[in-house]
């Protein structure tokens, strides 16, 4: 079973940048779909962004776009969210997510492995 452990949140300014990253055990990382996903306190979980094996495609929920972005590395079995421009309604727990789909998905039902997320806190 795989196991995934996020990082890289923390309390940041409105317009300050946050990296968060996952790592993930186990040795067929490279053959999933990853995701990262977010819960508001008082908010359904919302998906943010995916990226396929390969890294070649993503996805980014419109909120995000243009201010978010999603890559991997899979030498080291980690997929990394780059944040910037960060706003107050950015706050939330930040979860990193295994696909069970080999296709490339934004549905959270299609993640079957999570991290046990990482609080990200942006101050006005």
């Known amino acids: 079973q795989v196991q995934l452990v996020e990082s890289g949140g923390g309390l940041v300014q409105a317009g300050g940048s946050l990296r968060l990253s996952c790592a993930a055990s186990?040795?067929?990382?490279?053959?999933?779909?990853m995701g990262w996903f977010r819960q508001a306190p008082g908010k359904e979980r919302e998906f943010v962004s995916a990226i396929d094996w390969s890294g070649g495609l993503t996805y980014y929920a419109d909120s995000v776009k243009g201010r978010f972005t999603i890559s991997r590395d899979n030498a080291k079995n980690t997929v990394y969210l780059q944040m910037n421009s960060l706003k107050p309604e950015d706050t939330a727990v930040y979860y990193c997510?295994?696909?069970?789909?080999?296709?490339?998905?934004?549905?959270?039902?299609?993640?079957?492995?999570w991290g046990q997320g990482t609080q990200v806190t942006v101050s006005s």
């Open positions: 997510a295994r696909s069970t789909s080999p296709i490339l998905t934004m549905r959270s039902g299609d993640f079957g492995s």
């Open positions: 186990g040795r067929t990382f490279s053959s999933y779909v």
